[in-house]
């Protein structure tokens, strides 16, 4: 959690320099229309100033860049305790854990299924998404979680379920015939029972 503030704080600095920066360039000009006489020279630019100008923000813009990708790729899976697999089939969910293995079939009303995908409330999953046939679409809308199922191609996703409940998702990809009938059910419990 450090690093989340440590890049907020860095954020804040770059958006209060860039401000500062905005401020004393609007004072400038102030003081050179109005106070200065409000003459410009054509012909007067000072290229060094100028290029000054241009490769510092450059620079900025190149760090910020590097400190986001670092960020957001860096050692995120020092943040999950659990992994669990999703294969996305024709037409059904798996599941994989460290500790076993799965399917999750609609039951007779479509609406829902046999076996739910169970997480623990608080604990940070990374959820490995992938297809074993065609190109699914791993969705649950109210947790905010969508992740392309595509054969042959590891996707990754980390989750930290925040809030208790059952959550109804659904594939969001056209897979077949039985595209509408594979529903996806997460119920996020207290304790891993």
């Not at 490995?128 to 979680?145: E, R, W, Y």
Request: proline share 4%; charged share 10%; net charge negative.
């Amino acid at each position: 959690m450090n690093v989340s503030l440590l890049y907020y704080d860095i954020v804040c600095y770059i958006i209060a320099v860039c401000i500062f920066v905005i401020c004393f360039v609007y004072m400038m000009l102030y003081w050179e229309v109005f106070c200065g006489g409000g003459s410009v020279e054509i012909g007067s630019e000072n290229q060094f100033v100028e290029l000054l100008w241009t490769v510092i923000p450059t620079l900025i813009v190149l760090i910020l860049c590097s400190l986001n990708v670092n960020f957001i790729t860096n050692d995120l899976d020092c943040f999950s305790n659990e992994t669990i697999k999703i294969i996305g089939n024709q037409w059904y969910w798996s599941y994989e854990y460290s500790d076993g293995f799965y399917n999750s079939y609609a039951d007779s009303s479509c609406f829902s299924v046999d076996k739910p995908l169970r997480m623990v409330y608080g604990v940070p999953y990374h959820l490995v998404v992938t297809s074993s046939d065609v190109i699914h679409s791993f969705s649950v809308p109210s947790l905010n979680l969508k992740m392309d199922a595509i054969p042959g191609r590891l996707n990754h996703l980390f989750f930290c379920p925040s809030q208790h409940g059952s959550f109804i998702g659904y594939c969001a990809e056209l897979c077949g015939v039985n595209h509408s009938v594979m529903p996806i059910i997460i119920e996020v419990v207290s304790t891993n029972n």
